[in-house]
C-alpha cells in the first residue's frame, strides 16, 4: 500500500515558468489539502477539496490553483512561479474532513524557484 | 484566522520526560491534533484531543483545556529517535487545521 505519493521529490524552476506539483492517494480518502511549509511559519494550507469535484481556498491560494477530477488525484500547479513559492510542499488525505480523522501526508516536494 | 504558539525549541536527556506547551485562540474550536515530523520527512500523527483531559498512548500524552486555549505533549521515557519536530494544529470548523511553527526537541545521551 503506498498510501499517498508526491512526485517530483524536488524540483529547481526558472521564474516565470508554469509547474505542476502532482499527489496520488491510494486509500479513497474523500478529503485531500495541499500545504507548504517554511522555516519558522510551520505548515500553511494552500488549497484543500472535500471530495472529488469540489475545491476550495485555504490560507495561502494566490498564485496557486488545484483541481480533483477524481478520488485519488489533487494536483497543485504554479501558473507562472516566483522566488517566494520557494518552499516544501506537502499533499495530505482524510477520510472525511471533520471529527477525529487524521490528515496523512505525502513525503513532500521541495521546490526551489530561482 | 487564529494564533498557535509553542516554543521553538527545547532539549532534555535521553530517558528523561519533556512537556511541549501549546496555547492557541481560535473562534470555532473542533479538535486538537499533535504531530511529529523528523527532519526531511512527512508529519505522522501522534494524538488528538476534543474533550478536556488526558489522552494517553503509550509513552506519549496529550492534554487539552479548552477553556483556557492550552494543550501539552508529554513524552516520557525518552529515546534518541524521539530528536524531532513535534507540530501542534487545531482544527477550525469541518476542515481547517491550522498549525504552529513546531518546536524541535533534541534528545542528548
Known amino acids: 500500500i503506498a498510501g499517498i505519493t508526491q512526485a517530483p521529490t524536488s524540483q529547481i524552476l526558472a521564474a516565470g515558468r508554469r509547474m505542476t506539483l502532482r499527489c496520488t492517494q491510494d486509500m479513497r480518502h474523500n478529503a485531500m489539502y495541499w500545504y507548504r511549509q517554511d522555516l519558522g511559519l510551520g505548515l500553511r494550507l494552500i488549497h484543500y477539496?472535500?471530495?472529488?469535484?469540489?475545491?476550495g481556498k485555504g490560507e495561502v491560494p494566490d498564485g496557486y490553483s488545484v483541481s480533483r477530477a477524481n478520488t485519488d488525484d489533487f494536483p497543485l500547479t504554479l501558473a507562472s512561479a516566483v522566488p517566494s513559492q520557494t518552499s516544501v510542499y506537502f499533499c495530505?488525505?482524510?477520510?472525511?474532513?471533520?471529527?477525529?480523522?487524521?490528515?496523512?501526508f505525502g513525503p513532500g516536494t521541495r521546490l526551489t524557484v530561482l | 484566522g487564529q494564533n498557535i504558539d509553542q516554543p521553538t525549541e527545547m532539549t532534555a536527556t535521553e530517558g528523561a520526560i519533556v512537556q511541549i506547551n501549546c496555547t492557541y485562540q481560535t473562534s470555532g474550536f473542533n479538535g486538537l491534533f499533535w504531530y511529529q515530523q523528523h527532519a526531511g520527512e512527512a508529519p505522522t500523527f501522534l494524538s488528538y484531543?476534543?474533550?478536556?483531559g488526558l489522552e494517553e498512548k503509550g509513552r506519549f500524552s496529550s492534554f487539552l483545556s479548552r477553556s483556557k486555549g492550552y494543550s501539552y505533549l508529554l513524552l516520557k521515557e525518552l529515546q534518541m529517535k524521539d530528536s524531532a519536530s513535534y507540530l501542534c494544529a487545531v482544527r477550525e470548523g469541518d476542515y481547517k487545521l491550522s498549525f504552529g511553527a513546531g518546536t524541535t526537541v533534541t534528545v542528548r545521551a
Open positions: 484531543n476534543v474533550l478536556d
Open positions: 477539496s472535500n471530495t472529488a469535484g469540489t475545491t
Open positions: 495530505a488525505s482524510s477520510d472525511s474532513p471533520s471529527g477525529s480523522d487524521t490528515q496523512y
